[in-house]
């Protein structure tokens, strides 16, 4: 057997390091693959447009846009954090009534009716 | 409001002139979410509000601008200020020692700086310059990395046009695996030949 030196514990310390945060990556790589593959939406965040949450949740945009109070055109591009500032509500507030509208969107619920008419083209 | 959400409401509006602008930077060293940035971008796209060739085009000459910046300036500013200061304090060889080393793996660290582990890559820029890793060799490299990177993550996020939460968070976590896992490699095969019976000396 060879010497145990200095130089190799080192190396072999190294070696399980490396292996220890590959492993700990992995798991933090599985987590949100297991939660997209029992959830399929995922959760509204601050960056999100209300565009966004309508094509990722498969609903129609005009419907999230009525449940902000907010014109469905032009659309509104502003991530969900200006528009909760701009209306005096918090990220949970804003997370609440989107949710809301969009379980009434959604079957057993019958589906939503189509946008109102654009204001813009309207004499 | 984060810099992800400035970042991304202001691309749904200034688009590809953005998104040129966040990668040059980003490629130079700012730290930016630009992978992220890329994904949404493949989204957008998907949901119609961005083109996806513009965004590939652009994205990837910016992030090969970006990255001749950082070569550039560390090549020609960086190089010649450690040479000196080496002269003086008598360090050549270790500049001559990094130059092989740079030589001899730059090509395949460049690449893979470009897509997989994108964090490294304004770093293997800086080292790239300063051991005067050849330009030609240099631009191959670059390109072909930052080509496969822009239309890897527009690509993924067009396809995933209702996962980019998911998708950048598992790709961010998988590339940070891999390498843990090829340095486990590199390491685990030096731990196996400080073990292995040594061949017999030939007289």
């Known amino acids: 057997m060879k010497k145990f030196g200095w130089r190799k514990s080192v190396v072999a310390a190294a070696f399980l390091l490396s292996l220890a945060i590959g492993i700990f990556f992995v798991v933090r790589a599985v987590r949100p693959a297991i939660y997209w593959h029992y959830h399929k939406d995922e959760p509204i965040e601050s960056w999100m447009s209300v565009g966004y949450v309508a094509h990722s949740y498969h609903v129609p945009p005009h419907v999230l846009f009525l449940a902000l109070g907010l014109p469905h055109k032009p659309p509104d591009k502003r991530p969900l954090s200006e528009i909760a500032r701009a209306q005096n509500r918090s990220m949970d507030e804003i997370r609440t009534i989107l949710l809301d509208a969009i379980v009434h969107a959604r079957p057993p619920y019958p589906p939503p009716p189509p946008p109102p008419p654009d204001p813009r083209s309207s004499p | ?203």
């Open chain 2, 1 to 203: 409001m984060s810099i992800t959400d400035y970042l991304l409401a202001e691309m749904s509006v200034h688009g590809v002139p953005l998104l040129f602008g966040v990668v040059t930077v980003a490629s130079v060293g700012v730290p930016f979410p630009v992978t992220f940035t890329l994904v949404a971008a493949g989204s957008l796209a998907r949901q119609g509000e961005m083109s996806l060739l513009p965004i590939i085009v652009a994205g990837s000459a910016a992030a090969i601008l970006g990255d001749h910046i950082g070569y550039g300036l560390s090549r020609w500013g960086g190089r010649p200020l450690i040479v000196r200061i080496s002269r003086r304090i008598g360090g050549e060889h270790k500049i001559k020692k990094a130059e092989a080393l740079s030589k001899k793996w730059g090509g395949s660290g460049i690449f893979f700086s470009r897509w997989l582990i994108t964090e490294l890559g304004p770093w293997l820029n800086v080292t790239s310059g300063i051991a005067a890793y050849p330009l030609r060799r240099f631009v191959i490299w670059d390109v072909l990395g930052e080509v496969l990177w822009v239309v890897l993550y527009v690509m993924l996020g067009y396809i995933f046009s209702d996962r980019v939460l998911f998708i950048s968070q598992i790709m961010g976590n998988l590339a940070w695996a891999i390498l843990a896992f090829v340095v486990a490699i590199i390491l685990g095969w030096r731990l196996f030949r400080y073990f292995r019976p040594a061949a017999p000396a030939i007289e």
